[in-house]
Structures are given as C-alpha cells and as structure tokens.
C-alpha cells in the first residue's frame, strides 16, 4: 500500500488505522484498513481497474462509492454479483473479478469493443430467431458470454428471519434532513425510527463540503449526531434499506440478514439524490467518476483519489469538491464549468487564488486513456450537445464529474407521487403523495443546506399535526436556490462510447436509434435497449435517457417523463424474503402434561403438539402401541390446535353455504356435518367439520394451519356479500380434546350426566352443549380416527383440569395419551386425505374422491364453476389407496410413481399399520393405474422398484361401523 495515497487524520472517518487486514484479489494479496470497503482498499494500493463491462468488456472502476452502480461488482468464494464499494472488508478474503476471459487485465473478449457497430441496440431480437431453430445453436454461446458471477451451489444457507416494528413516524435517510427531520418529531413526543442505509450517520455531512472554509458539515454533524443517538424517542437502523412503500406505510426493511415488516403511522423520505455522471466519449474509463466519490475516498477512506484532477461540473459543488481535493494533497489542474460563470463568485476566486484554472461555458469532450485515464479533451459549447472545433488537452489521473442531482424518487412514485421535470430551470418535484407520506430534503429539491433543513423542519411539522402531538414552532421560510442541474449535459461523439447506461454498455446511439425503431415511450425505449434494466436500475441512466428521448420525439423531458419505479429499491436474496418468518411459539392449555407423560414435541403451525409419548429412537413401536390402544380400549389426544370459527347470526348457514361446498341452508341444529372449502380456481384449500348448535350459531372447525387462511376468506368475501353475521376466531380461547375408542363411552359417563350419551340419544356427527366434570363443553360425536369418540372443546382455562378429570375417569380403562403421528397413521388406517399433506396447490374434488362432498344442486358456491369445468376435463391424476406386504421397502412421503418411464405421480403418505399387517398409503397415480388390484410402480430409496397393490380407502372398517357404536 503506498503511502502517499493514504491520507493523514483526522480523514479517513470509517476506518482503524491500527488494524491493517491482508486480503486477495485476483491472486495478488493486498492491505487494506479495517473498516475499508474491498473498492477503497483496492483504491489505496492504485488499483482501479476492478471489473469489465457486460457487453463490451471494457475496463470499469468505481464510479459512484455508493453502492449506486454496477462498476464494482466482484465474485466472493460464497456470493456473486457483490458491489466492492459497499462490501466491508474483511482479512482473508478472496476476491475475483468478474466477466472476463482470460484475465482481469488482458480480456480477450474486450476485442468485443471494436465490433460495436455490427451489435446496434436490440440486434439480438432481430439476430437470433432465423433460420428457424438457429436459437438452440446460439442461446449457450450467449449465456456463456453474458454470464456475471458463479453460484456455489454447495453453500450452506445462513439463518436469516423477520420481525415487526411499529412507530409513529418512520424517516428513511439519516442525512442532513432525515436527522432534523427525526429529531424535530421526537422532540414533540412522536416515537421515531430512523432508517439509513449506509453505515454512518449524517449523509453528506460526512463527506462533503458546504462552505469555502470546509467546517461546517462537520460541525452540524457533530451536533445532529449528539442529539439524534442519545435521544430516547429514537432508534436508529444503520446498514438497512427500507427496499419499498406499501398502502398504509407498510415498509419492508432489510438489515443483515433480518427483513423488518414495520407499519408507521406517518413517514417521512429523507433520501437525498443521485450525483449524476456527464455523457461524453469514454465516460466510463477507470479514473472517471462522480466528484462525489472522491469525496467520500477522501473524508470517509483517507484515499487520495488521484494525482493529477480535472473537474467537470454544473454547479457550484463541483468546485467546493475542487477545494476538497486541494486540501488532499491532489494537484488540480482545471475546473471545467459547464455553466457560463459560477453562481457563488467566491468559490471561483477561492479557487483562482490556488492556481487552479476555470474554464467557463466548456466541457470535456473526450476522456483519454487505455486501462485508466491519462487526459481529457476540453472543448467549448457551442450548442445543447454540441461542441466547437477546438480541442484542449489537459493530462490527468482523475476526472470527477458532476452533471447535477436527480431525487432518490423510487419510494415516492411506489407510493403513487408523480416525479415532474421543469425544462426551464432543469428541476425535479414530487406531487401526488398519499396522506402521510413527505418528502423533505434534497428529495424534494432542496439541495441548499439551509433550505434543506428548513424543509426538513417543516416536513416534520405535517407529520406531528397528522399525529395530533404540538410540535410549538412555526414552518420556517425556505430560502431561494440557485439552479443545481445542468440542462444538457450530454455531448454525443462521432466515434461513440459516450455511455449513458453503464451496466448495459448503452450509448447515445442506441437510445436514439431505439425511437427510430418507432419506441417512442420511455417505457418502450427501456424494454427495447434493456436502458435501467442493470443492477443500478437507473440511477444515473433514466435522467440522460428522459433527454435523449425527448429530444428525438420532439417533446419536453416533462412530458418524456422517467420509467416507471418499482420494488425493490436494492436487491434482495431470496434467503431475506423467505427467511424466517414472526412465528409465534404457542402452547396448549394441557402442554405441561404432556411433557410430564414423556411426550416427544413436534410443531403444528404455531403450535407445540405432542408427535408421540416415549423415547425417540423407539418412535414406531411407540405409535403403533399408541394407535392399537385406540382400536382396542381408549386413548385421549389433545386437539385444542384445530382451527375454530364462531359463525353467528340470521345469515351464518348462507355464509357456510356459499363458502363451503356442501350445503349448510337446511342443516338440523344439534348435528355437524363435513366442510369442504375450494378456492375460486376450484382447488381445494381447506376442511373440517360445521356443527350447529343453534339456528343462528355454527362453530365450524378448520386444519390447524389454514385456520387463519380460512378466516380471511370468510371476512374478505362477507366484506363484499355484507351478510348479517359476526364472524370470531376462538381458536385460543378453547381448549379442545378428542375421546376416542371402544370404551370412550363409559368414561365420558363418568363425567357428563346432563347429556344423553347413548347411541340413540347421541348418534355418530350429533352435536350437543353441556358439562363435562361441570366445565361448559361443546360436545361433537366425531370419528377422523374411525373410532368411537368425542370432541370435547371447553374454555381454555379449563383444558388442564379436563386432561387431568378424563385421565382420571379413565384410569380404570387403561386410558392412554396418544400423539399427533399416531392420528395421523389411524386417519390412515380410515383413508383420511390431510389438506395440505395429500393436496397439493392443484387438487380438485374430484381427484380425491370428494364429490361426494359437494351440493350439486346449490346455485353457487366459492369455486363451484372451475370445479364442474374440471369434473367437465378428463383427469390427469387421481388419488389411490396402496398396500405393500409387511418387510417391503417402504415409500416416504415424495417417492415417484411410475408409468413407464415417466413420473405418473407421489406418495403423498404412506405408514406400516400393525393393525392391518401390511404397509399402506396414498398416492396420486395416472387415471388408467387406479383401478383396485392394479400394480403402482413405485420408485423408493436407492432407485429400488416396488410393486404396490391399490386398493379403495378406507383400508381399516370399510362400513364404518366401529365409529357409529
């Protein structure tokens, strides 16, 4: 590491220098400082070039030191496609470039470059089809080109989860604006989280420059910081991107490898702007970048950025960055103005009195240079975009650039505001906000310093008058700005490579040629030349490329207007979206028996249910035990996880009736019946039972995990029917239990004497309300394990005393607890599906045997057209019934079946049953091999062919008489 590009204390904000750290990239091991992102360390040993362009190959550097654009992506040993200006670094690691052949430094694809004219804009689409077939001859060819970094399908996935939060007010960004904007709310007494993705405070406090002298940023910083992180109405995320805005600010915010689900009452954008590049030939050499990532090597890294500098800018912040690098030790040769004069005629002196030259009403033509810049071509404007004749070459090492600021609008126009561009004075606002969302700051086109945090202020205003809290000041007066974008800075050369997208390699031509095509919408443009389809999404391509189009169709920018934004605003691993999700641990009211009894816990949705009771390793004796007791004396399994749904009032039988595929108009009171949900597609999404209990009163039972599910559907479409209903979700306030065997009778009896228990008074699917050992009890003649049996549902507070009352009545029968895989191999036993174990996202009625279930006389119920239009189809599957002999190699759950050598279907679930002898389990198979007594080829473990039998559930009681004693 040089030392010389190392710059002295008190620069270098984010890094420790006493803790070098050795790291490797491309084979060559380097230094750098903890704290380093992998660019700035790369930076401070004078290596620039750290990557190649997609299409063309050409060399890349850092552009933006923000994680803004796609210059800097790297290859990691466990992840690709990493921004290096934005990964911390870390001693050790193993760093590779991507996109070349060969090497790094000698790409033998960037001869790519010299045949660009022979690969116009959207030749692929005019290339690549003809003669037919030639696609296959061609498609491995391309992917091999355009392939970016390598996966290792090996990895391990980190853990990775979600979690909620909820606030009054939420700001995202923690620049300038953001902090006064929190600290202003949370002084009034709104509870505040304040959002920032990057791993500082401040924004642009941090790295740039406001003023001649160069102190203020760091002393408003330092006082905002002071306020802001000590303040108890205040919690702050760093290093989290609030990646969209949702209806009712619904913000989802990835910090790490946790996803945020937070609802905020008011919000409040605070996100800054984009520094935006100029358009010229070689834009896009290493040595090139944003005036503002030198800044931030400089103030937050301690890297001298360069030697020798020219910068190029249209307004005045390009020469406080001038000033900047002056005061880094870096020679600046010429400040290149866009403009005619500066608007602040201090800072030309200031820089004059440095011996830096100022060329006025000028831009640079053309960037020179192999693998790094080592001139520019200055020349005068004549014209928008155009240039005289004359050409100035100044040598340099460095060119920072600056075309002006567009708003970081992305969540804005997600939540609905319309982005506006003023072709007069080049400005941007935001209109058409929902009700609680601001935008203040450099967002909202305030860039001045003292009108940003005036903005800000009152931002926060609206915000605490929305939340009904006394903010007790007054809006502050915004002060006037002078203009901050340059109106065209775009300087089209007659040999090209003046980039406009730099993650596309997207040149003025192919934009222009793109409306020649007739793409005159910018929406149409972007699907055509792939323009803000990179990894930067745009970021400093939609601006130049809003020009480009208005100019060719001969329209305004305004009315040209910027491709639609839409989430995310980062990209985000699938391992973020579906990690982890708040996942209650819920127990039931008897869980503490159960573990007394040795019981071995498994979850059920959100809940602990008891798998089995013994030892794990003797799992099967222990269920097959457990299910022998039931067919053979009693056995007491705790059910209180089942969905519960009270359905109360004059239209609650209409309800079930249109919800449920049976019918539930004329049902008897005292009796259940079977429900069967599908969804509008026909399939089948849930069942359970609908007992009545009174002419106005259902309590209708659902799965354990599609309980919530079937809720919804009932809330969303009484929302639309406005049935007169109320509709309650007792699945906690009950405790439930299942009473199952040939002797659950008598010890029922023992407990309950106000209910008529016998066979005739209480007959198989009878409902009834009474006691139980004088606890309140809903009581439902069941039979899911083909057993005699009762359900017992009771208050929740009372589930531990009925265990310990029915235990006890029971003892002299032997009673036993049984577990959940006990159940589920006695619902076997009686050809039982599980929605969601033998369903799938398809399943219909029909291919499960449920049409039996549905009331083919009803008008309407929820699915019932795609449900005759599938019976109408001929079946593509159908699920059986199979046996295999006892010591067969047994299915799990997933194996294929086999017609031939094709996959005809799956084993859906599948058990040894001790009571049958035999193995036994469903499948889905081809229509033509359900027929009973057929073979089912089924593929198991190893590749080892078994030949099932199928058979017709249910294989245990086929007339199901044990369950009706």
């Given at each position: 590491m ?6 002295p204390?008190?620069?270098g904000l ?6 070098p750290?050795?790291?490797?990239f491309e ?8 704290g380093?992102?992998?660019?700035s ?16 190959h050409?060399p890349r550097?850092?552009l ?11 290859q ?8 290096a200006?934005?990964q ?12 070349y ?10 001869l790519?470059?010299?045949f660009s ?10 290339s690549?089809?003809?003669?037919k ?28 989860d ?8 939420a ?26 993705q990057q791993n ?12 001649v002298?160069?102190?203020r940023?760091a ?15 205040i919690?702050?995320?760093k290093e ?10 619904y913000?989802?915010?990835i910090q790490?490898?946790r ?11 605070a996100?800054?702007a ?11 050499l ?9 800044q ?12 020798r ?12 960055a ?29 820089l ?6 100022c ?12 693998k790094h810049?080592n ?7 004549s014209?928008q ?7 100035l070459?100044?040598?340099c090492?460095l060119?920072c650039m600056?075309a002006?600021?567009?708003?970081v609008y ?15 004075s ?13 935008v203040v ?7 001045a ?13 609206r ?17 006037a700005e ?6 065209w ?22 934009i222009?040629?793109?409306?020649r095509?007739?793409y005159?919408?910018?929406q ?5 030349s ?15 490329t809003a020009?480009?189009?208005?100019q ?7 009315e ?5 934004a839409?989430?995310p605003?980062?990209p985000?691993?699938l ?11 819920r ?6 028996r159960h ?9 059920a949705?959100i ?16 269920m ?9 004396k009693?056995?007491?399994i705790?059910?209180s ?12 039988a209409?309800?079930l009736n249109r ?8 049902q ?13 597609q026909?399939v089948?999404i849930?069942d ?7 002419d ?13 599910r079937?809720y ?11 049935l007169?209903?109320?509709?309650t ?10 009473l199952?065997?040939p002797?659950s009778r ?5 407990l309950?004497s106000?209910?008529d228990l016998?066979a005739e008074?209480?007959?198989?699917l009878?409902?009834?309300l ?5 606890i309140?009890?809903?009581l ?11 359900e017992?549902?009771?208050p ?6 009925l265990?310990?009352?029915l235990?006890?009545a ?9 577990g959940v895989?006990t159940?589920?191999?006695l619902?076997l036993e009686k ?25 083919r006389?009803?008008p ?13 189809q001929?079946?593509i ?8 002999p ?7 759950e997933?194996h294929?079946?086999?017609?031939g050598?094709?996959?005809?279907g799956?084993v859906?679930?599948?058990?040894y049953?001790?009571?049958l002898?035999?193995?036994?389990g469903l ?7 359900a027929?009973?007594g057929?073979?089912?080829p089924i ?7 078994v ?6 559930p249910?294989?245990?009681?086929p007339e ?6």
């Open positions: 040089s030392a010389d590009v190392r710059l204390a008190p620069l984010l890094i420790d220098r006493s803790r750290i050795s790291f490797d084979g060559t091991t380097y230094q750098g400082l903890a380093d992102s992998i660019a360390a790369l930076l401070a040993n004078q290596r620039w070039l750290l990557s190649r362009s997609f299409k063309y050409r550097g850092p933006s030191m923000a994680g803004q654009d796609a210059n800097t992506l790297v990691l040993p466990d992840e690709p496609n990493v921004l200006d934005m911390p670094l870390a001693a050790g690691l193993d760093v590779t470039a991507q996109n052949n060969g090497s790094l430094d000698k790409d033998r694809d960037a790519l470059g010299h004219r022979f690969m116009p804009v959207g030749f692929y689409y005019r690549f089809y003809k003669p077939g030639m696609w296959k001859v061609w498609e491995p060819l391309i992917r091999k080109k355009a392939g970016l970094g390598v996966l290792n399908l090996k990895l391990q996935p980190l853990y990775h979600k979690a909620f939060l909820f606030t009054d007010l700001v995202i960004g923690a620049g300038p604006a953001g902090l006064c904007a929190a600290l202003s709310a949370a002084n009034a007494g709104a509870k505040v989280l304040l959002i920032e500082y405070l401040g924004g642009a406090l941090a790295w740039a420059r406001f003023d002298e160069g102190k940023a002393e408003l910083r330092a006082e905002l910081l002071t306020a802001v992180e000590g303040h108890a109405n919690r702050i995320l989290a991107t609030c990646n969209a805005w949702f209806t009712d600010h913000l989802p915010v790490g490898r996803m945020y689900k937070v609802r905020a009452r008011q919000c409040i954008v996100a800054g984009f520094d935006q590049p100029v358009v010229f030939r070689n834009n896009d290493p040595g090139v970048l944003l005036t503002s990532a030198a931030r090597l400089i103030k937050l890294y301690a890297v001298k950025p360069g030697q500098a020219v910068v190029l800018t249209g307004n005045d912040d390009g020469y406080l001038a000033l900047d690098l002056l005061d880094a030790g870096v020679e600046v040769v010429a400040l290149v103005d866009m403009r005619e004069r500066a608007d602040d005629d201090s800072l030309v002196t200031a004059q009195t440095r011996g830096v030259t060329h006025a009403g000028s831009t640079v033509y053309e960037a020179l240079g192999d810049l001139a520019v071509g200055v020349r005068r404007i014209g975009g155009k240039v005289a004749d004359s050409s070459r100044i040598d090492d060119l600056s002006g600021y567009m708003p992305q969540l804005p126009c997600q939540a609905g505001g319309k982005l506006a561009y003023d072709d007069a080049a400005a941007f606002s935001l209109s058409g906000l929902p009700s609680g969302l601001q700051g450099s967002v909202n086109g305030r860039n310093l003292d009108a940003l945090l005036a903005d800000a202020t009152n931002g926060a205003l915000a605490l008058a929305a939340l009904g809290l006394e903010a007790g000041s007054s809006p502050r007066e915004l002060p002078p203009r901050v974008n340059f109106p800075p775009i300087f089209p050369h007659p040999k090209g490579k003046e980039f406009v997208d730099f993650d596309e390699d997207l040149q003025v031509r192919d222009v040629n793109a409306t095509h007739g005159r919408d910018v149409l443009v972007k699907r055509f792939t323009v803000g389809m990179g990894p930067s999404q745009g970021r400093h391509s939609a601006l130049p020009r480009l189009v208005a060719a169709t001969g329209r305004s920018v305004s040209t207007g910027v491709t639609t839409r989430p605003f980062c985000e691993t391992a973020q979206v579906a990690g982890r999700g708040f996942d209650p641990y127990q039931t009211a008897m869980h503490a573990l007394e009894l040795g019981a071995k816990m498994m979850p949705g809940w602990q249910r008891p798998a089995y009771y013994g030892k794990p390793e003797e799992r099967d004796a222990c097959q035990a457990e299910a022998r007791h039931v067919r053979e009693v056995g007491l705790d059910v996880t089942l969905g519960g749904l009270d359905v109360r009032g004059p239209d609650a209409e309800l919800l449920y595929t049976f019918a539930f108009a004329k008897p009171v005292g009796r259940s019946r079977y429900a069967l949900m599908t969804n509008e026909g089948v849930d359970g039972v609908c007992a009545r209990f009174t106005e009163h259902f309590y209708v039972s659902a799965t354990t995990s599609g309980v919530d079937v919804q559907q009932m809330l969303k479409w009484n929302a639309q029917w406005r007169n209903i109320d509709i979700n007792v699945t906690a306030a009950l405790a439930a239990v299942n199952a065997g002797d008598k010890v029922l009896a023992k309950c106000d209910v016998s008074g209480f007959p198989y009878a409902v009834r009474g006691t139980v050992t004088g309140p009890a809903r439902l003649r069941v039979g899911f394990v083909g057993e005699l049996g009762y017992i549902h009771v929740a507070r009372y589930g531990e005393a265990w310990d009352a235990m006890e029971g003892r002299e029968f032997d009673i036993r607890p049984f895989e159940q589920r191999l619902r050809g039982h599906v599980i929605i969601g174990q033998d369903t799938d996202g398809m399943t219909s009625p029909a291919e499960i045997d449920m049409s039996w279930a549905i009331a006389s009803k309407f119920f929820v699915g019932k057209r795609s449900v005759e239009i599938l019976e109408a001929a079946p599957r159908k699920l059986v019934g199979f046996t295999l006892k010591g067969s190699s047994q299915p799990l997933g294929l079946v086999l017609k050598p094709d996959i005809s799956n859906t679930s599948c058990e049953s001790q009571t002898g035999q193995i036994i499948a889905y198979c081809a229509p033509d091999q027929t009973p057929q073979r089912l593929r198991v473990e190893g590749g080892e062919m030949q099932a039998t199928v058979v017709q249910p294989f245990y009681d199901s008489q044990r369950q009706e004693l």
